[in-house]
């Protein structure tokens, strides 16, 4: 019998606001333990949540985003469960009305073609604390500075089929909530963490297996792991004849495994009920529109753009736009020298691969967007050759300076003067009567091989700087 898995995904995604959802207590990562928690956050008696403004704006950003429903009324709901890391012991966070309705999200896939995935729902919550274990010999150290910290709960329909499309899912949706700029969604940090609920049916039949939950898988290797483990264990068992148990499990990166967590609660365990402590959320058109004229340029549309604008293939106007400060440096670069194609290029393979060998993100980059443009600009007036440009760029990534400095310190102009080629071309063809012989004897095809010595040969000798075009010009009418 074959098998088909079946996976839905539930992002939790920490928003990018200045405070909690409901305290004033800061949200920055990396303070020392507990020091961003207050009376609130600590749930001490007789305080009272107090919604902030900016995480409901966060949150319609992103639901016009995926063109999804709003709910103009939205209300807070209490989850009941007990964790030492949640001090309240219940989480405000909406069920029945939340702010983000139904919508579709297309996402592009290795192939070239697209996958439309359904989402579900997007609710606002609260984040829990964190425990910690690692310096804690037989004991559990709670930080509450997490606790509060806004929440966007992005569930899917179970509209995947493969690991790959859960992945390349993730990754548009990082693009998207970054270009928003409602979330860092640096997921080492934990501002962006993956739920998956993954089963197997029989192919062919539309009725759902039973479905194991992952809890919080931090990467997209990750996330890709966690699955194709978790569907050849339960492939097994099924092949075996067994059943599946609902419950949630781990992935344990380590082991590349997936264990057993807890049996699988459902929605009455956690006995929802209205939040007392806080109004229903109302808004009207007005709003709505406001949020979405505040929009900026989308993912998708940026992609078509570059693919139109700077007439780019669609695989470098995807790579291209796949950050919003990618995109935004690369426009700047293509500004400053003019020449899009040549600067799609130059960002694609000098810049990343420069900023890969050196473990930097692009916002640490040694080099402005227009001080690359400006080299850029150096190549396409022929004041240096591409060859000699890697050379400059290598300076510039040292902070030698800008590429005219370095061009006119280390005396790399480019050898366009007819005359001195000319005296090359005829030393070259004097040193090398064999070439010339079998330049003369070749037919056509052979003879565009030969050349390629001859150009070679005077590059040499002008150290790299003479004019490449200008030289095969040349070179055509000496050796004719």
Known sequence: MSWEMVIGLEVHLQLATQSKIFSGSATAFGAPPNTQANAVDLAMPGMLPVLNAEAVRFAVMFGLGVGAEIGKRSVFD????????????????????????RGEFVIPLADGSTHTIGITRAHLEEDAGKSLHEDFQGQTGIDLNRAGTPLLEIVTEPDFRSAEQAVAYLKSLHSLVTYLGIS?????????????????RPSGTDELGTRTEIKNVNSFRFVERAIRFESARQLDILEDGGSITQE???YDADRDETRSMRSKE???DYRYFPEPDLLPVVFDDAYIEAVRQSLPELPRDKRQ??????????????????????????ETVAKHCGEAKIAANWVQVELLGQLNKADLPLSECPVPAPALGGLIARITDGTISGKIAKQVFEAMWNGEGDADAIIEAKGLKQVSDTGEL??????????SPDQLAQYQAADDGKRKKLVGYFVGQVMKRSKGQANPQLVNQLLAKKLS
């Open 422 to 431: 000319e005296s090359m071309i005829d030393e070259v063809i004097a040193e």
């Open 78 to 101: 209490r989850k009941n469960y007990f964790y030492p890391d949640l001090p309240k012991g219940y989480q405000i966070s909406q069920f029945e009305q939340p702010i983000v309705g």
């Open 184 to 200: 860092d969604g640096n997921m080492a940090e934990g501002s962006m963490r993956c739920d998956i609920n993954l089963s197997l």
């Open 266 to 268: 459902v929605a009455n």
């Open 248 to 250: 949630t499990r781990l």
């Open 305 to 330: 753009r570059f693919a139109d604008e700077y007439e780019l293939s669609d695989y470098d106007a995807a790579v291209l736009s796949d950050s919003r400060e990618l995109a935004d440096y690369f």
